[in-house]
């Protein structure tokens, strides 16, 4: 069982929809949840972090945790062709202080 | 702020040789770096964890001996990779956990190609 999993894609969106990233993840003891971006090689970006239950918006993007549910989702707003990536979601917490578990990344396309 | 580099950017070398990949933090102390591996189409894959001053962590299945890992300084984490093989071909990433936080900036990568 994977111990970070992200919905199946590739998700595709037109232009100015809401595009939206979930993961969910098995260790209860995770402190730290992140989102990164990653464009076609380059190397993730940071686009939001979560500690707490419930939103966290920042511009177009809005993160949302629900620790009972093990779950952290990603909403982009007025998506725009320059938010085709590769979204990463990644977990920390437990013993390993700072280390990251990532999903296996779920590819958006954002069409015009 | 938290940047992070690493140098080179990309590299191409004959298989058997030698190659180090240095990564920076350049505008904070880095007490905790990561060095990752990606393969196409694929999710990063850590490889070992490197603490200033004291020796690397590795995951497992990766050989501490070949991927050679210093952190000599707050700044700077050194990734050598020996004897590399073609096999070895990949994109490595490294990261830095900034300041106070346990949040990961990651650095631009190294596209190492082994002929």
């Known amino acids: 069982q994977k111990e970070v999993e992200q919905n199946s894609g590739p998700l595709s969106v037109p232009e100015g929809a809401i595009a939206s990233l979930n993961c969910t993840y098995s260790?209860?003891?995770?402190?730290?949840f992140f989102w990164y971006r990653q464009y076609s090689g380059k190397s993730p970006e940071l686009i939001m972090s979560?500690?707490?239950?419930g939103d966290k918006e920042d511009g177009r993007f809005t993160a949302q945790l629900n620790k009972a549910s093990q779950y952290v989702s990603l909403l982009i707003r007025d998506s725009q062709p320059s938010d085709s990536a590769t979204y990463l979601c990644a977990v920390a917490g437990g013993t390993s202080y700072g280390k990251l578990t990532f999903g296996q990344g779920t590819i958006l396309t954002v069409h015009p | 702020g938290a940047v992070v580099s690493q140098h080179p950017s990309w590299v191409i070398c004959k298989s058997g040789t030698s190659v180090k990949i240095e990564c920076r933090s350049l505008d904070f102390q880095a007490t905790t770096m990561f060095w990752y591996r990606q393969f196409p189409k694929q999710s990063l894959m850590l490889m070992a964890t490197s603490n200033e001053g004291s020796k690397a962590t590795y995951e497992q299945g990766v050989e501490k001996d070949k991927f050679l890992i210093n952190h000599a300084s707050l700044t700077l984490s050194t990734l050598t990779v020996t004897s590399a093989h073609p096999e070895d071909s990949s994109f490595y990433i490294c990261?830095?956990?900034?300041?106070?936080?346990?949040?990961?900036?990651f650095g631009p990568g190294t596209r190492l190609t082994v002929l």
């Open positions: 260790d209860r003891g995770s402190q730290s």
């Open positions: 990261s830095a956990l900034g300041g106070s936080t346990d949040t990961q900036y």
């Open positions: 979560i500690y707490s239950n």
